[in-house]
């Protein structure tokens, strides 16, 4: 069974930064696509960013709302994904919470198989 582990989340000031971790452990897993959604209270799960491989190089995406602030990777071993979040806006508080897919699954969350617990970021004002 594959799980989905996040960390790294917590409690900010508008402007700083923070790292979020994604890890999944279980039988061997090497999923194509890994991304980053979000929950605020009271609204909907939203895209964040993904990223995906693609022969061998990998692609990213990400929402208009965190692009030139947020950079997502992967780890060397594929099973792993990042999110740097820098110039924080209380805007951003939410879950964060990561997902995989064996296929390539865009933004939409119904897409992922594969979900963790969420990790809480808050940004103060």
């Known amino acids: 069974q594959v799980q989905l582990v996040e960390s790294g989340g917590g409690l900010v000031q508008a402007g700083g930064s923070l790292r979020l971790s994604c890890a999944a452990s279980?039988?061997?897993?090497?999923?194509?696509?890994m991304a980053w959604f979000r929950q605020a209270p009271g609204k909907e799960r939203e895209f964040v960013s993904n990223?995906?491989?693609?022969?061998?190089?990998?692609?990213?995406d990400y929402a208009d709302s965190v692009q030139g602030r947020f950079t997502i990777s992967r780890g060397n071993a594929k099973n792993t994904v990042y999110l740097q979040m820098n110039s924080l806006k209380p805007e951003d508080t939410a879950i964060y919470y990561c997902?995989?897919?064996?296929?390539?699954?865009?933004?939409?969350?119904?897409?992922?198989?594969?979900w963790g617990q969420g990790t809480q970021v808050t940004v103060s004002s």
């Open positions: 997902a995989a897919d064996f296929q390539y699954a865009g933004v939409q969350p119904g897409a992922y198989d594969y």
């Open positions: 279980g039988r061997t897993f090497s999923p194509n696509t």
């Open positions: 990223i995906r491989w693609s022969g061998s190089a990998s692609i990213t």
